[in-house]
């Protein structure tokens, strides 16, 4: 790696160097609330490294890109650490968790979600999954007390070791078909006539299922409402936003090689369609809050798949706003059943929610807010990013699977504002919850403005993903 190579990656090098020396901070002075503050002062410097310092290099080690993608995504999953941690701040001092270690796991979760997103090989596609998901492992069962979260963290490393073992073995086909870990360059195996064609395409349907069960797509989604429930409410979101939407930013990348409709397509296709439709009909019928989110990120990762279908071009440019909006929405939301909790736990059951509106009126109506951004209601983020996704599909000629992607979103309608109408709308309010403190606010203030800002008036950035994805 040369000297230009490091300079490149001084973003990445942030988070996971502060990360370390966070660590080893925490072992000398054990105080939770500072460690976590310092922790998203770090991240913050890494988002501002990667979007004001200019690389001299726009690929590393012909591994991992350093253009403007690569540091967009780096800038807002640098964010997404600094939001979790700051919905951890209170949630994190009550249940008792380490800050050093808390605070570095999410460090370096952010530059494994950093490093994926701008991979441009397969190694280096293997590399950057690896190490968040290593740590998501750890963060899932933090809350040592609580046996949903040992049983959720069993369930997702027991599942993600088998994903490892295909993930390897499909790399290693991809590359004996096409010589090369290099993308676009490794897809070259699956061009029809190729001589190894039979192993590339073995190779892809291997990291197809680990793709399907990395951002949970039916059939491979049944581990997620399971440890949905079972993390911590800031982790959930973490789970539910970075870790999915860095796999989909490698994957705009990785499919820029494919031919337009081979054979990858119909295989797509069907995973779009199940997701939606075995997502909507199973977040009907659940009364756990976490778990109807769990079910509802099925749907979205769903809708996503759509636009990488679109292909280049508004597909690609969907994908990436409808990730910035995700995130926010869903962030949001769990950052709010964090701010709601107190040492006896979380707010889960519809229940638990039951009138609360009137008596948490700022944090309740900024549920709504993100529950509407995820249906799709204008004027939220949500109704713009499915409106590109479902142009970009019709455009594109999925019709058929646009219009399967409106259904869900109209039946999703139902299990949205069943949540909002028990905040509401009753007044049997029997549960008390916890105040919040001010870095839950700030957090909360800052999902709701952006999910409703890119809702009135997503231009701005609209014409920064024209500027980096390619027409």
């Known amino acids: 790696m040369t000297r230009a190579d490091l300079l490149a990656l001084i973003p990445v090098l942030i988070l996971a160097l502060g990360s370390a020396a966070l660590l080893l901070l925490g072992a000398w002075w054990p105080r939770r609330r500072p460690l976590l503050r310092l922790a998203t002062v770090i991240a913050l410097a890494g988002a501002a490294a990667a979007a004001f310092y200019t690389p001299p290099t726009t690929e590393i080690a012909g591994m991992f890109g350093a253009g403007l993608y690569a540091r967009f995504f780096t800038v807002l999953w640098s964010l997404v650490a600094a939001l979790t941690l700051l919905l951890s701040v209170r949630y994190g001092d009550e249940r008792h968790f380490a800050g050093g270690e808390y605070g570095a796991l999410v460090l370096f979760g952010a530059a494994g979600m950093a490093l994926l997103s701008s991979a441009t090989s397969l190694v280096g596609f293997f590399l950057g999954l690896e190490a968040f998901t290593l740590v998501l492992y750890i963060l899932i069962a933090f809350h040592k007390d609580d046996p949903l979260g040992a049983e959720a963290g069993l369930k997702y490393l027991v599942l993600g070791a088998v994903a490892t073992g295909f993930l390897a073995f499909g790399i290693a086909l991809i590359y004996t078909a096409a010589g090369t870990f290099h993308l676009p360059e ?57 870790s999915k939407g860095a796999v989909f930013a490698a994957l705009v990348t990785v499919f820029a090689g494919l031919p337009a409709g081979g054979d990858l397509a119909p295989i797509l296709w069907l995973l779009a369609a199940l997701s939606m439709l075995v997502g909507t009909l199973s977040a009907l019928r659940q009364e756990n809050v976490k778990r109807m989110l769990a079910y509802s990120s099925v749907v979205h990762m769903g809708y996503v798949v759509i636009a990488l279908l679109a292909g280049q071009g508004a597909g690609d440019r969907a994908v990436v706003f409808y990730l910035v909006a995700y995130a926010a929405a869903n962030i949001g939301a769990f950052g709010v059943l964090a701010s709601l909790s107190d040492r006896g736990g979380e707010p889960q059951t519809n229940d638990d929610l039951r009138g609360i509106g009137w008596r948490y009126p700022f944090r309740c109506a900024a549920l709504a807010v993100f529950l509407l951004s995820l249906a799709g209601i204008p004027p939220t983020a949500g109704f713009v990013g499915k409106f590109a996704i479902f142009w970009a599909a019709i455009e594109a000629g999925y019709g058929w699977l ?10 999703s309608l139902y299990y949205y504002l069943r949540v909002i109408v028990l905040m509401f709308m009753s007044y049997e309010c029997v549960c008390e919850h916890a105040r919040g403190g001010p870095a839950e606010h700030t957090a909360l203030a800052l999902c709701l403005a952006v999910a409703l800002y890119l809702g009135i008036y997503p231009g701005p950035l609209l014409e920064l993903i024209a500027t980096i994805v390619p027409p």
């Open 186 to 242: 490794a897809m070259a195996g699956l061009a029809a006539g190729a001589s190894m064609r039979p192993l590339g395409l073995l190779g892809w349907g291997m990291l197809l299922l680990v793709i399907g069960f990395k951002v949970s797509l039916v059939p491979f989604h049944l581990w997620t409402p399971d440890v949905y429930q079972g993390s911590p409410a800031p982790v959930a979101g973490l789970l539910s936003t970075g």
């Open 402 to 411: 646009a219009i399967l992607g409106i259904f869900a979103s109209l039946v």
